[in-house]
């Protein structure tokens, strides 16, 4: 792309996408740590740590909004899901390893294009009062998005079930 013809978008608009991409992905992170919860607890807490981050970008967005005099933007109801995300149907809990090995790739490839987005929206900002929040956004994304990749990477040993293996009963020779 021609560096002289960059698009740059009006304030509004980078507060609505952002707005409305982050409320989504608040959203899915909820959906996730309650999906981990039966199976792996400790990445249930991840995605709730990761939730509570959205809700902190969601305040901050909200505030520049309000010193920019444009509350509308951030002031309606976003879609429950991202529009940026492809949407997947599956089962609700996760209940054994490949399938949170399934979750955590997508987790991890919606965290990718996320941090896309926000790296796309500071390169299209010529608000002032945005810059600080978006540069802070795009760390913040990257590091979520190495976060759930080393969880996706490290996570299969650490999976427990609360079904008991068969092989491994308390009369079970190990061979």
Known sequence: MDHMTALTLLPQEQLSIAH?????????????????????????????????????????LRDVARQLELDACVSLAPPQESPFLAQTSRHFFVVDAAMGHDVLIEAEEAAEVTYRLFAWLLETNATPELHRPLLAFVAQKNNEYRVIQECREAGRPTWRSRVPDPDMSPGATLR
């Open 20 to 60: 409305t991409h982050e409320t989504g992905e608040l959203n899915r992170y909820r959906r996730l740590a309650l999906s981990f919860l039966p199976s792996a607890p400790h990445i249930s807490r991840l995605m709730a740590a990761l939730g509570v981050e959205c809700e902190q970008r969601i305040q901050i």
